[in-house]
């Protein structure tokens, strides 16, 4: 596939991440008013939401954009998101007759506040990217037992907070926590001293599922992805997680990028799952290319300085997909719903380079990194910006995603609102 | 406080859980019709939803028991759920004006179907009860590695699925997944063989929050409780749970009495909670009795069978409140919304008869239960119906819950739909 043209001329370009092949989903607002439901085109917007209002698209239901959130859109199942990219394909692309009809609808980026693209129903976070399991496991385990005996077997994971999950943009005060360092009596309660951010991706369930669900299925089932930051406070986490798993450490804010990259987009980039050491059972096998070249970084940005990219990667470094992740989720019969978000874990490549969290690339603290700047970092500092890229690079375009941004604020003086 | 009297004289009894001091909320049906919200007194329901339609409620917004759940009501804050409780009881009392202009709006409890009572929004369930996790502690670590170090210094709980919550009267069909025995070189996926039951509270939070909040407004936060049973599946546990916490062998099924008993009901059974071996740290000390004496048992029931009850215990016997767990929850920052669900964790007593699991009951399958019937159990076996009960146990009355009742059917032949 090679660049599509748009009459939408800053979509015709292979640097904009949002060419007419994209189509990514989002949410934008201006000023005070409702929300509106939109779908990125080069640095525009067409708003879909008063399109609706005006009577120009056709969907099996009325109103599906007026709750600003595309769960509605994506309860209607999967013919109908692919006659509706048909439809909006045919209206934005060059030479369209539709254009003098949809012009008028198109909105600046530059104009808006992106808004949550859809209601977070529940949020599951996987560990699902090897590297960064052995790295982590051998740091508090040691090499040889780096990793857990489940972890070759099942996609492990652990229920998080769909209440804590924030769209790109909005700042984060570092949490206060119970926190014991490894020579301390007691736990106290205090500001994480060790706040980190895991680079991921999520999947979006689209189409709700009630009992265990193959492979094949989860995968037609998940609607699209987005960039994800779990920001991590490693400190409280620490102390908390044994035997019950990730709680308060997690549970500050996810970041999720604004715009919901669609299956359909990345189609043309499927790629396979690495090589397993163990086959793994019948219920959890790959049945096709279900990894996507994406090409992923993290950039840091300290108060009023200077850009530096800590990390890059690729979604492909990953053991699991997530429709396998999907796959798992559902085996205990566990209902999953349209706004189900899934977080892939961290996604570290094997270079030292490549990795996804600061706990990774400062090897715990150990060997802080040294900035562009020469300024140096073992965790994130307040003021920090912390921003994931992604991108996957066709012939001549690419498909991005927006920004996963956050800066992180000091912790609040005292913690307790009175 | 003594027994209310009520012009509903199946109200008027020391052995019904709904006289009028009680006066839980529900959600209702008649065959097809569209479910009502209603309140429990004697053997009748109040529909509230057709009396908001009639007119004859006065809350500050309208169509608020539209919606076949009580989160709306919940949202409207503590005054209205104040001012409601009262206006119900005006309505209700013996000798009430209201009697000839309400009696209309009675429905026998007979003749309906329990739904869900609310929208669970998310879902988390502790582990906060010593007993318990000093047996499973001691089972899978030995006596001396029983609690975990964070154990006594905050409430230890994870994120379960909200989508797997269900009303009581809920059939769940046995759960397949991945397991492996301790002798086994590697994992297989079949039907889980050691099905089991948790006994626990649930609260249910009415009022949000975004940010930290002390144990005092945790407290105030709460809207009511309800029994609860987390069936877990110790087998997908023991295999997945390390280190990322329960998973899949929580994700079948949570069952929940079908009323809401409100806090206002519950409050004169405040109690202390036990002395503590470490002091907590402050932002989770008590500030006052806010466990509750209540009655708890489990009951057993073999297809087509007798009835055996194989526990009794008490809600004081827990570590930690509600509202500590609550507060505990929010540390991070984590914004908790109406209609978070929490789960107590497991209610055992001291004594092997007052355990709140067969996990706990058989000791892990060594030590099986014998029935009324005299056969045994060491897990739950196809066909069983399990059946929680509470009441806290006033001076002439008592304030019950409905049961939480489910009945285990096979596992699906084949797990997955083709």
Known sequence: MSLMTSWVTSANSDQTPFPLNNLPYGVFSRGDEWPHCGVA????????????QAGMLYLPEDEV????AWNEFMDLGADTWAAFRKALTDMLAMGSDKQKAVEGYLVAQADVQMQMPFDVVEYTDFYAGKHHATNVGTMFRGA??????NW??????????????????????RPWG????????LPR?????????????????GTASDGPITVAQADANIFGYVLLNDWSARDIQAWEYQP?????????????????VTKAALEPFRCDTPAREFELLPHLRDVGPMLYDIDLSVEITPEGGTTSTIARTNYSEMYYSAAQQLAHHTTSGCPMRTGDLLGSGTISGPDKSQYGSLLEMSWGGKEPLTLETGETRSFIEDGDTLALQGAAKGDGYIIGFGGCVGTLLPALETPFKT
Chains 1, 2 share one sequence.
């Open 178 to 185: 119970q926190l014991k360092g490894p020579n301390d009596d």
């Open 65 to 68: 954009f007026e709750t600003a």
């Open 189 to 205: 309660f205090g500001p994480s001293a060790r706040f980190d951010i895991e680079l991921e991706m999520g999947a979006i369930v």
């Open 152 to 173: 070759l077997h099942i996609p492990i994971g652990y229920n998080g907070r769909a209440s804590s999950v924030v769209v790109s943009g909005t700042d984060i005060h």
């Open 144 to 149: 040889e037992n780096a990793l857990p005996p």
């Open 244 to 260: 019950l798993g990730p709680f308060q450490g997690k549970a500050t804010a996810t970041t999720i990028s604004p715009w919901i």
């Open 41 to 52: 085109i080069g640095d525009m917007i067409l708003d879909v939401t008063a399109l609706e």
